[in-house]
Every structure is written in C-alpha cells, then in structure tokens.
C-alpha cells in the first residue's frame, strides 16, 4: 500500500502521526551505527587497546558483524554506574547484571565470566572456599579494578599491585601470602610458564568470586532490544568458528555450541590434536550440563561426535606452530619469574 501527502488534500491526522513517527523512527535507527559505551579498566576483560581487554574484544567482533561499531570511555570505578545509569552513554560491554540497573538497560546474554582464582606460593593452604576464610591474610589485587565492595570487609588484607604481572611478584617475593587473578591469567601462566606454575606456584581448584558479563544498552535507545537479539545470534557462532579461542588465547573450550542444553568440547580449528583434551575453558559455569552418558561431547569440523573415538582421525592432527596473525590480547602479559 502507498500513502502520499497532497498539498490542499485533507489527510488523517492519525495518518500524518503515524507517518511523521515512523519516518523520525527511521532516522533514529539509522543513526545508530555506533555505541557510547563506558567501562573501567579492569584486565583482563576491559581496558585501551594495546592492553588485555577480552571483552571488549569479544564484544566488538560481535558487534561489527551486524555493522555496529562500538568505542568505550574509561571513568574511575566510583564513576561507572552513575555514567552508566544517567544517560551519558549507550551502555556498557561488560556489566554486572542487578535490579537497579534493569530498569533502565537491556541486557544480553552473559557472554562471559569473571572467575577469581586463589593463587599461593608452592605447598600453600588454597582451599579457602570463601574470602572470610583467608581473614588476616595479605592478597594482592590490582588496583583500580572493580573486585565489588563487599570484598573490603570480607577479611582479608588487600594490597593493591600495579598489573597482574607485579601481583605475581608481590607473591614471589612473600611480600603477601596470595594473590587473586582470574581463571583466565591462571590458565595463560599454566600454558605459557608450566614449569614455574608447578613448581612455584600453588592454585586452587575453584573460583572464591563468579561474576558474569553481559552486554548492557539503554532501553531508551530505538533499537535496544533489536541490538542484544543480534549480539546473542553471533555468540554461538564466535565460539564455533574459533573467534573466543583466538581472542582469549586458549586451544579448548566447554560450551553449548548447538544450543541444545549440553555441552561441547570445541577446538580453536580443525586440527584437534592427537589426544583428547586435558583441559578446556568453560565460559560460563552454569553451562556445564553433560550428555547423559555421562562422557564428553566434541563439536569438531562442524560436527558433533558423542565421544573422542568417534572424532575422525583425519582431525586428529596437531596444528602446526605458526603464529597467528590476528591480535591476541593474552600476548600483553608479559610475567617474570626471578
């Protein structure tokens, strides 16, 4: 149907609104071709680029496949959630979900997590389950970074380092008994520093601190829901095609690539490996529902076999050792062991 405007004609006055609203409709949702996002800085997950910033990574790939750009303001942590809640910004890449800020943001699917690891000297106690089981103990944490007001009476003494990588030399040198680092960090040091990490090191089995991440955009935007339906389309994918291996540095992740409820091992590519994996990042620690058979599930080559001895040998290979031309944010670490 084709509707035109006839100067002297009499037109609906609902039709004219409904025109002029849909017309100020299309404009607005043309203009956005860019968020204003804001964030702290908070490695690994957000920080300036050149920097470890998995998030942000994550969420600009995501992002730009549906051709929206994102750039992100840095503020003081004191600063963020006012910023983030009175309309200076779109939103955010990595915020914590809570009732206050629901009211006025939309949020995505959590994309990612934030797991604190309990990191101590060879032959430390790292069994604490929670931080008021450390009471007296000096940790080390970065400074600057968001770890959540409840940790300051928690029990602990906090000294704030400089980067993860002067955390791990506080620990080194005893000037504190732990430090906290993310899963992440532990793993790049278990992968890139085994010896050290054995021998050296001390780390526990489970997180003290799960925070999960989401994308957070204002409900006022035009366009809010139509952005968080189409970052959440891209997640499965990213992790499918190797993007979430490639930008968290890691060769295995455990995650539910088909969407049916029950996880998956997935390699960064087709070259698996000649020995099922030891280890393999979760994303999320509430995505950890296996087959009812109980043994693992592979999603390789497009696939899903129900065990590695399905897994065709012809992907049962070893990649070799050439380094990746994309960006890596895990390269920015650079840990000493003196």
Do not use: C
Not at 12 to 33: E, G, I, N
Not at 94 to 117: G, H
Not at 140 to 145: K, M, R, S, T, W
């Amino acid at each position: 149907m084709r509707f035109s405007l006839v100067a002297g004609r009499s037109n609906s006055p609902r039709l004219v609104a409904l025109l002029v609203f849909s017309t100020v409709a299309l404009v607005t949702f043309a203009q956005t071709k860019q968020l204003r996002l804001v964030s702290t800085a908070w490695a690994p997950f957000t920080n300036p680029q050149g920097q470890p910033r998995f998030a942000l990574d994550l969420v600009e790939v995501a992002l730009g496949r549906f051709a929206l750009r994102a750039t992100t303001t840095f503020v003081e942590p004191a600063e963020f959630t006012t910023s983030l809640l009175k309309g200076q910004f779109d939103g955010s890449a990595a915020a914590w979900k809570d009732a206050e800020r629901e009211k006025v943001l939309v949020f995505s699917q959590p994309y990612l997590e934030n797991r604190l690891i309990l990191v101590g000297r060879h032959g430390a106690d790292v069994s604490a389950t929670t931080l008021g089981g450390l009471k007296g103990k000096r940790i080390a944490i970065v400074g600057g970074y968001s770890y959540g007001d409840a940790i300051e009476t928690s029990g602990p003494v906090f000294v704030r380092s400089k980067t993860e990588e002067d955390s791990l030399r506080l620990l080194l040198t005893s000037a504190v008994d732990y430090t906290l680092m993310d899963e992440l960090v532990v793993q790049y040091i278990v992968t890139n520093h085994a010896k050290e990490a054995e021998t050296r090191l001390q780390l526990a089995k489970t997180p003290l601190l799960i925070r999960p991440l989401y994308l957070a955009v204002r409900r006022s935007l035009p366009d809010a829901e139509s952005i968080i339906t189409r970052f959440n389309s891209q997640l499965r994918s990213l992790i499918a095609d190797g993007t979430y291996h490639r930008l968290l540095h890691v060769d295995w992740i455990n995650a539910d690539v088909d969407g049916d409820g029950v996880t998956e091992y997935v390699p960064k590519g087709t070259q698996a490996g000649k020995d099922a994996p030891q280890y393999a990042y979760t994303l999320l620690s509430t995505d950890q529902k296996k087959p009812a058979t109980g043994s693992q599930r592979f999603y390789v080559g497009g696939n899903i076999y129900n065990a590695w001895t399905d897994v065709p040998e012809s992907y049962k290979v070893s990649a070799p050792g050439v380094t990746d031309p994309n960006r890596s944010t895990m390269t920015y670490f650079r840990f000493t062991w003196k």
